[in-house]
């Protein structure tokens, strides 16, 4: 069973357009989190969520907009889309609420191309 | 504020040989340290992690990281590498107060030459 999945695994399209990615866990956890991850390999945190409530909202866009419809789901809606959104971006979840010893367990990430 | 270093984007190393993956943090207070591991196409996958204790830590799969307090660093090191552990490899710290998230180095690519 997949732990931590993510659709679609590829995604392309065109600049100006409203994309969405979904992400749901099956692990029971309490919190999860979107990630971006850069060309260069740069992994950074956009969101984090516990219990469907908004914890950690980074430096990130307001065309980027996070939805939490129960703790097993997160997904990511993203407005206009610009060129430099094109990455990899990642969902992970964990146990407690942001655990600071917690593992984070990763989906397989959402390859994000704007044209 | 916190920060992770490593200070290697790219390790080539040949199989079977040695190899160490450098990882440096900066913080003020206590972290928790992590390494992840990155193969192509797929999510991290934690590799080990040092939470207190024995500064010391074992993956199962023969690498090990040890936490140097005074140098702040967590250096990752195998004494044998395959192919199979061709991959990114990640460091993290989580700090222990205030809003808990992690903070990644920028990775290093491990690349084991046969």
């Known amino acids: 069973d997949t732990a931590v999945s993510q659709t679609p695994k590829y995604l392309v399209t065109q600049m100006g357009n409203d994309k969405s990615i979904k992400c749901e866990q099956n692990l029971g956890h309490d919190t999860m989190y979107w990630y971006k991850q850069d060309s260069k390999k740069f992994l950074k945190i956009m969101f984090s969520y516990n219990n469907k409530e908004l914890i950690i909202n980074e430096t990130v866009p307001n065309r980027f907009s996070p939805k939490s419809p129960d703790k097993a789901h997160l997904n990511l809606h993203i407005n206009s889309l610009e060129l430099g959104d094109s990455a990899v971006y990642f969902c992970a979840s964990s146990l407690l609420l942001a655990g600071a010893t917690d593992e984070q367990f990763f989906g397989p990430g959402t390859r994000l191309t704007v044209l | 504020a916190q920060s992770v270093t490593q200070l290697d984007s790219q390790v080539p190393v040949f199989e079977e040989a040695p190899v160490e993956l450098r990882c440096n943090y900066s913080s003020s207070v206590s972290v928790y340290l992590f390494w992840y591991v990155q193969y192509p196409n797929q999510g991290l996958q934690l590799l080990l992690k040092?939470?207190?204790?024995?500064?010391l830590v074992e993956s199962i799969n023969g690498f090990e990281a040890e936490f140097n307090k005074s140098q702040t660093s967590f250096h990752l090191r195998k004494p044998s590498v395959h192919i199979s552990d061709t991959a990114e490899y990640f460091c993290a710290v989580s700090i222990t107060s205030g809003t808990y998230k992690y903070i990644f180095g920028t990775g290093t690519r491990l690349k084991v030459l046969a």
């Open positions: 040092y939470l207190s204790g024995s500064t």
